[in-house]
């Protein structure tokens, strides 16, 4: 069937995994790594943008599982 013209949103990929929980200063979600800006403004990046921030998010959730476990090893 021929489209009606009727606006259809680009997808725009995400690496939000639906499980929102931000860390405890609430600047980070610590499912997805993004900072709570990026997510708030994640639909206004441009494709390059989103792309570099998606590249950077293996290396931040790291990090913050790093500083978790030192925490919690310190705390014991």
């Known amino acids: 069937m021929p489209s009606s013209g009727a606006y259809a949103p680009e997808t725009v990929e995400s ?4 499980i ?3 860390t405890d200063d609430r600047t980070m979600c610590t499912a997805c790594g993004r900072m709570l800006m ?3 403004n994640w639909s206004s990046f441009s494709p390059e943008e989103r792309s570099r921030i998606m590249a950077e998010l293996p290396a931040r959730l790291a990090r913050l599982k790093a500083e978790q476990a030192a925490e919690k090893a310190s705390a014991q």
């Open 15 to 18: 690496p939000c995994l639906n």
């Open 20 to 22: 929102c929980e931000l």
């Open 38 to 40: 990026e997510i708030a």
